[in-house]
């Protein structure tokens, strides 16, 4: 839980960074990739990680909500684009207009009463557990993800080493 706005703000930084080399490294044709007809395809779970951040702008929070509809764009380059912008202006609005006692303050979120540090807490772990899914796919899609909190399999080929099983 953070205690401090720029506690956030760094780790959210460093989560987004890594969310946009995860979603840089997709193609358009990938985004149709599913694991089964019932569950969402990689483009709608990275569309979905830019519909949440912008969820977040509400009564006491402002920023601009990114472009498009409620369906998941067809374009990589679309979703990349929007997830930075309404990254960035996540940031900057909880930077201009939250102070660290803000932080304490409860709000409804789904019909439980959070803290705005554990709504900004859940919003770095709904982000990652989604990211993993996403690697998954886009492995399932043929591609390489990029290595998210240390090197992937092709990383440590690619450096001479021998992989882990």
Known sequence: ?????????????????????????????SLQQVITPEHRTLGQIAWHLVSVISSLSGED???????????????VNKIASEYKKVSQALCH????????????????????????????????????????????????????PPGVYGPTREDWIDSGQKPYI
């Open 1 to 29: 839980m953070y205690h401090t706005i720029s506690e956030f703000l760094t780790e959210w930084k460093n989560e987004s960074a890594i969310t946009e080399q995860v979603l840089n490294a997709m193609t358009d044709e």
């Open 61 to 75: 929070l402002h920023f601009e909500k990114p472009d498009g509809e409620e369906a998941a764009p067809d374009s």
């Open 93 to 144: 609005a909880v930077e201009t207009q939250w102070k660290d006692e803000d932080l304490l303050q409860t709000q409804a979120v789904n019909g439980e009463e959070w803290s705005k540090a554990n709504s900004l807490h859940l919003l770095i772990q709904h982000e990652v557990h989604h990211r993993g899914q996403m690697t998954v796919l886009m492995r399932q899609a043929g591609l390489r």
